[in-house]
């Protein structure tokens, strides 16, 4: 019999966790907090010592894409569960979104289904868009843009007016301003007569050259 050995002494654990015997053995390191898998290392152990703290003596079957390997939370198995990070979710209330960056399942009230616009509310399964909040909100921008475009058109049809008005209280005005002045009129009547809570449908007059 050779007094030589080429084999690895392998450790064994006892029930209570500590080695029988001096030897290597191959560990499974979780984080200390997250309990999510890191890393595995081969451990020499000393006789009646035991595994480094959050190490494992039994190796994890790998997850699939989008999940994560955590150890137990009683340290007894591996786990795989939800992992979002990196992804975004969405406030079914608020439809505020955030940028998840934590392990597991969504935090009630949140969904990874993107609202399509501001006017979407959460039915329980999916966001459904108040077209009548949206309609009312879009005919009110632009009324808005309307109200802004009439009055700078008047402003201009004022001044304009004004300027022709000055040369024509003055027997100043030539032939041309005299018509200018009637045409500028007109469309200032035009303008005024403008309904705003139609738009965006509104036919706008044609401003005067001169």
Known sequence: MSN?????????????????????????HAHPVTREYQSASMEYLMLGVGLPAHSYPDEPDLPSAGQALLRSLDGMTWEHVPDYRGKTAYNTETREASLITTIGELIEGFTLLEPATEFDAWDGKKWVTD?????????????????????SRLTVANARIQTLSDAVDLDMATDEEKAALTEWKTYRVMLNRIDVSTAPDIDWPQQPQQ
């Not at 030589?4 to 499974?28: C, F, M, P, Q, R």
């Not at 005919?139 to 009055?151: D, F, G, K, N, Y």
């Open 131 to 151: 077209t009548a909040a949206q309609q009312a909100a879009e005919s009110q921008a632009a009324q808005q843009a309307a109200q802004q475009e009439l009055t």
């Open 4 to 28: 030589y050995s080429t084999d690895i002494e392998t450790a064994k654990l006892g029930e209570n966790g500590l080695s029988e015997n001096a030897g290597w053995i191959t560990v499974y």
